[in-house]
């Protein structure tokens, strides 16, 4: 059973360009979950998704991020017009269902923004 | 705002030294509780978890964490460490009716000394 899957590892933006951020949760698993990692700093809670469908985005910049989690495929970061500030890494878990809280990581996308 | 402190954000200890990392929570009601841990070059993976019941629990590898509700607390020890414990350990917590992510420490390095 393959764990939770993110790409790429390393992605390297220059400014003002459009960073794409993959994560195909478990198998079996419907809740997918974006965190962001800066530098000394915990993990901060983006958004929550199940298929279809964003549950909580409370943890979202309000302007040019996005995330979506289609039917078919896997779930999508998408931050637009990158800054500086972007460069982090961002990680990807999912849960199974009725187990929210319960996180099975991916290694985690570093992106770099020059 | 919901937070998670964890007082050390670096330890050293010598092998066979007994580990006792803090962690402690704003109040917010009813929680979940959670440790999670990276090891070098790898993902982040739980280590264990309090629901309810017994405010011991017992995880992965030895490890256990006693959820002191008056204190807000829920630390994690280890009575006799060892090199391969070295990694980043990070507390976590669910505010039960809150927003549906974990909220984060911004986790403690602990290196291992042969």
């Known amino acids: 059973n393959a764990g939770v899957m993110q790409n790429p590892r390393h992605l390297v933006r220059r400014r003002g360009q459009e960073a794409r951020l993959r994560c195909s949760p478990m198998?079996?698993?419907?809740?997918v979950y974006w965190y962001r990692q800066l530098p000394e700093e915990g993990l901060k809670f983006m958004v929550y998704l199940q298929k279809e469908n964003i549950i909580d985005e409370s943890g979202m910049p309000k302007e040019r991020f996005s995330a979506e989690f289609p039917k078919e495929g896997p779930s999508i970061l998408r931050i637009q017009q990158v800054v500086r500030g972007d460069s982090a890494a961002y990680f990807c878990?999912?849960?199974?269902?009725?187990?929210?809280?319960?996180?099975?990581f991916g290694s985690g996308t570093q992106l770099s923004v020059l | 705002a919901q937070s998670v402190s964890q007082h050390n954000h670096h330890v050293i200890l010598s092998e066979a030294a007994s580990l006792e990392l803090g962690c402690n929570y704003s109040?917010?009601?009813?929680?979940?509780l959670f440790w999670y841990v990276q090891y070098p070059g790898q993902h982040l993976q739980l280590l264990l978890k309090y629901f309810s019941g017994d405010p011991l629990v017992k995880g992965i590898k030895g490890f256990e964490a006693e959820f002191i509700k008056s204190k807000f607390s829920f630390n994690l020890r280890k009575p006799s460490v060892q090199w391969s414990d070295t990694a980043e350990y990070f507390c976590?917590?669910?505010?039960?009716?809150?927003?549906?992510?974990?909220?984060f420490g911004k986790g403690t390095h602990l290196i291992i000394q042969p």
């Open positions: 976590a917590v669910k505010y039960r009716g809150g927003a549906d992510g974990l909220t």
């Open positions: 198998k079996g698993h419907s809740h």
């Open positions: 878990a999912s849960s199974p269902p009725g187990k929210q809280g319960i996180l099975f």
């Open positions: 109040y917010g009601g009813t929680v979940n």
